[in-house]
């Protein structure tokens, strides 16, 4: 492979199957055509890069559990493929195969969005076109207070009621109250720190306990097995959506997921007035927009001022 100079601009020339081949370098500049000429040839040198290279090394820089989650569900279909072989077919297939294993949308969208960011980390201009299916509407399903106090007596399992009470005082993540463990409750301060260290998640607040939350930590405290806070038979628990389900139904509400108690949470915070900024603060919203998009119209002053102006 060699540089020639064609009406002022750099191309890469050399012979392939017995027929010259020429690609544009898209620079006049000489210097800039050297490195230009140097990429490529390590491009075509090394092997072609498939998904199971990509996304551990993205997972190993930029990863977070909800990326390593995801990377469970797109290994089988993507891991073998090429960046440049992945398009709107192989994933329309993708969102085909996981719907018809249950998955909504939603959780479709959020997995090709990290196989998408991964490809992106690994080359900005990447070849992959991933085609994302319709992200649905948040959900709006949320507890009342009686509600909330009928699935708390409907908890019968000490680590499923500590979930939820936990859950809505905390307004963390699923991930966040599963993995809080006892060195970050903190019984003096009154204070639960979701995050960990200085390295704390991104939308990981540390929260002042409600005296439900001091109560029922208090309890636990004493017949604590693990260092988890959440532990059933001295082991975190992983997983909570099932046992959840089975509670709702007892109390006779719908399907109450883990996003739920914190979608409550924020929508009792609004309603009570608590500025949509503080509102952020605990849910970890590094943008306070974002919080205002969804729950301003909680708030009982929202729109008032506008209304007034009607007379």
């Excluded at 050297?34 to 998904?51: C, G, H, K, M, N």
């Excluded at 708390?152 to 500590?162: F, K």
Aim: charged share 25%.
């Amino acid at each position: 492979m060699r540089l020639k100079l064609y009406r002022g601009w750099w191309y890469a020339v050399w012979r392939e199957d017995g027929a010259t081949q020429r690609r544009a370098l898209r620079t006049k500049d000489r210097d800039a055509a050297q490195r230009a000429i140097d990429d490529l040839q390590r491009r075509i040198s090394e092997p072609a890069a498939t998904v199971s290279g990509i996304y551990p090394a993205y997972l190993a820089d930029k990863g977070t559990e909800r990326a390593v989650w995801a990377w469970k569900r797109l290994q089988p279909t993507f891991g073998a493929m090429r960046p440049d072989q992945i398009d709107r077919k192989a994933c329309r297939a993708y969102t085909a195969t996981r719907r018809r294993a249950g998955a909504t949308d939603g959780t479709i969208h959020t997995e090709l969005t990290f196989l998408r960011a991964a490809l992106r980390w690994h080359n900005k201009n990447t070849p992959a076109v991933v085609e994302l299916p319709p992200k649905p509407p948040p959900a709006d399903y949320y507890l009342t207070k009686p509600e909330y106090e009928r699935l708390l007596a409907a908890a019968a399992a000490p680590h499923v009621r500590l979930f939820i009470v936990l859950a809505l005082a905390s307004a963390g993540r699923l991930s966040a109250v599963l993995q809080l463990t006892w060195d970050r409750v903190e019984f003096e301060r009154g204070v639960i720190r979701l995050g960990a260290g200085e390295k704390r998640r991104k939308g990981r607040a540390t929260v002042p306990m409600t005296d439900r939350a001091r109560a029922a930590l208090l309890v636990a405290a004493e017949a604590r097995t693990s260092t988890h806070v959440i532990e059933y038979g001295g082991k975190p628990i992983a997983r909570i959506r099932k046992a959840l389900t089975t509670v709702a139904t007892v109390a006779g509400l719908p399907e109450v997921t883990p996003h739920v108690f914190r979608h409550t949470a924020a929508v009792w915070m609004a309603e009570d007035g608590v500025p949509m900024a503080e509102i952020a603060q605990v849910l970890g919203h590094t943008d306070s927009r974002i919080t205002e998009r969804v729950y301003a119209r909680f708030s009982p002053t929202h729109l008032r001022r506008a209304i007034r102006a009607l007379g």
